[in-house]
């Protein structure tokens, strides 16, 4: 049943660094998206995660957080500093990790495309990584309580690689479900040759799942082949699916092949919940001077505008994420751009061009 009359209600986690500054540009633009596209509003929930949420409520993610988010739609999440957190934080699972472990949120969507006016590496790159999020060599989600990596002595650390059918079955039918909206091709990135076992199965269950999708096109590469045709050849590539670490390592590269990691945008989702979050860090020294790239961020709104138009039958959502997409290209295109793509523009300009250009047909 379609849920496009409701008011949706989405929180807004603005986290360490620059995650202020990004996470306020991405709301501007999400608002400007969605008036532009006739949407109705959204309601914003502003909820502490980070070093704010440590002063007031003494943990980097508290409790009343996680219950918060679990009465809203969706969410955007700013980035984070765990590192720069006191020592006994640190201790803790990562508050982006915790998050996607509390609510399941499986897959982790991380698209990577060269806009005109943006150097690249890999100016034909148009690929999407759909990475499993939940498990794979990831000891910090992998276990139900506690940690997959450990000390038996003090001279010998250990970590536990899981890999499940269920898992792999759902993260195969989100890639052959991508790929079939595209240009009907999927690569299966593993290491079997070697991690015969778990990679094996991760490789199988995908091919299992590929007789479902019959019009699409299927093949696999073991994950150093694959860093090597990402350079030499990223545009052969439509949507890749592998397991967490290995997804989280090539979208890195997939993202500076397309020009910059601050381009790096992703949704962490399952098949009920989504949350946009960039692929970058909290890039503290940054911090306060107005020169973060908000792109990432606003790339990740705008994917999550999409996954709710598509979850509730709102074509005006959908409508509103394509318009941020095609605002930021023409920003680009037109020449305007922040710092770290060799441009002039501070933050709060480049998202006033964005503002203004979500409004253009």
């Not at 980035?79 to 934080?89: F, I, T």
């Amino acid at each position: 049943m379609s849920r496009a009359k409701e008011r949706l209600r989405l929180g807004l986690i603005e986290g360490d660094g620059i995650g202020p500054e990004v996470v306020r540009a991405t709301r501007r633009v999400v608002d400007e998206a969605l008036a532009a596209a006739a949407a109705s509003p959204v309601d914003w929930v502003p909820l502490l995660m980070g070093h704010r949420a440590i002063e007031e409520f003494g943990a980097p993610l508290p409790e009343r957080t996680l219950q918060a988010l679990e009465d809203l739609d969706a969410w955007i999440l700013g980035p984070h500093d765990n590192a720069a957190y006191a020592a006994e934080h640190r201790r803790e699972v990562a508050p982006g990790g915790a998050i996607r472990k509390h609510f399941g949120l499986y897959a982790n969507i991380r698209p990577a495309r060269a806009f005109r006016g943006v150097r690249a590496t890999a100016p034909d790159i148009d690929l999407v990584i759909v990475r499993e999020n939940s498990e794979g060599f990831y000891a910090d989600r992998n276990m139900f309580a506690g940690s997959g990596e450990f000390r038996p002595t003090p001279d010998i650390a250990m970590a536990i690689g899981v890999v499940t059918r269920r898992a792999c079955e759902l993260i195969a039918h989100e890639a052959f479900r991508l790929a079939s909206a595209r240009r009907k091709k999927v690569t299966i990135v593993h290491k079997a040759n070697v991690l015969p076992m778990t990679m094996g199965l991760f490789r199988d269950v995908c091919y299992e799942i590929a007789h479902s999708y019959p019009g699409v096109q299927v093949g696999d590469e073991h994950v150093d082949a694959m860093a090597a045709h990402l350079v030499r050849a990223a545009g052969d590539f439509d949507v890749v699916v592998t397991e967490n670490l290995f997804g989280d390592i090539l979208s890195d590269l997939a993202g500076e092949l397309s020009g910059s990691l601050g381009m790096a945008a992703s949704l962490n989702c399952s098949a009920t919940r989504a949350m946009a979050q960039a692929v970058h860090g909290a890039a503290p020294s940054l911090a306060g001077h107005n020169r973060a790239n908000p792109v990432a961020l606003q790339l990740s709104a705008a994917m999550l505008l999409n996954w709710l138009g598509t979850r509730d039958g709102d074509a005006a959502l959908v409508h509103a994420g394509e318009r941020i997409e095609h605002a930021v290209a023409a920003a680009f295109e037109a020449g305007i751009a922040t710092a770290d793509l060799g441009g002039i523009a501070s933050t709060s300009e480049f998202t006033e061009q964005i503002c203004a250009r979500v409004h253009r047909r």
